[in-house]
């Protein structure tokens, strides 16, 4: 089946740093999603994008939907303590969603 | 707009035991979906329902696993019976429509733990 790389596992980061994160996959998407997952709670979708090529941003963050269509980044510019959580990239092909295994987000102030 | 609706938050059972989830979608949505979100992993695709239909339950693991959403609406899963590796978050999402993504929502899950 279809299966999504999601880099790195886990970042550490200081308050104020630019983060990036991507997933890559062996398989073609017709959507691809980011999610933010904080503990307790399930998944909430943070950007969807629909066509190749696509940069979209939703305040301080940007994601891009890659050309080939197999991959996908999400960047947060200027981080705070409450971006603090897993990030997840999905990736939808008709009816089919595939979910990374997530970025751990830790900010320290 | 309320959010989907799952009951129980947590749950410990022993192994060999019956355990059965319940959610609530969205109102509207037709499509509804559960995932099993092992620690450290992301969700899992169990089961899809269209209506009152099942779409995919390819994943889901029909010798002990089995889930249905009678009246199109509400929905539970049932486990029975449980292993040990059973132990997860259970996520129900619900969707306006099959591939709609941006109006993919979950719920908070139940958190399974066999002992």
């Known amino acids: 089946g279809q299966q999504l790389n999601q880099s790195p596992q886990s970042m550490f980061i200081q308050e104020g740093e630019d983060v990036s994160m991507n997933c890559t996959s062996s398989s073609i998407f017709n959507t691809w999603l980011w999610y933010k997952q904080e503990p307790g709670e399930g998944p909430v979708l943070l950007i969807a994008?629909?066509?190749?090529?696509e940069l979209t941003s939703n305040g301080r963050l940007t994601a891009q939907f890659g050309i080939t269509r197999k991959d996908s980044f999400l960047n947060i510019s200027a981080s705070i303590p409450s971006d603090v959580g897993i990030y997840f990239c999905?990736?939808?092909?008709?009816?089919?969603?595939?979910f990374g295994a997530g970025t751990r987000l830790t900010v320290k102030p | 707009e309320a959010g989907v609706a799952q009951s129980p938050r947590y749950k410990i059972i022993e192994k060999r035991q019956s355990v059965a989830f319940w959610c609530n979608p969205i109102s509207g949505h037709a499509t509804l979906y559960w995932y099993q979100q092992i620690l450290g992993q992301g969700p899992k695709l169990l089961i899809q329902?269209?209506?009152?239909?099942?779409?995919?339950d390819s994943q889901l693991p029909k010798d002990r696993f089995s889930a249905e959403r009678l009246k199109g609406v509400d929905s539970t899963l049932k486990i029975q019976p449980a292993k040990l590796e059973d132990s997860a978050v259970y996520l129900c999402?619900?969707?306006?429509?099959?591939?709609?993504?941006?109006?993919?929502?979950f719920g908070s899950g139940t958190r399974l733990t066999v002992v």
């Open positions: 999402a619900s969707s306006l429509d099959l591939g709609v993504a941006f109006h993919y929502t």
């Open positions: 329902f269209q209506n009152n239909g099942v779409v995919d």
């Open positions: 994008l629909y066509k190749a090529g």
């Open positions: 999905a990736g939808l092909h008709n009816n089919d969603m595939r």
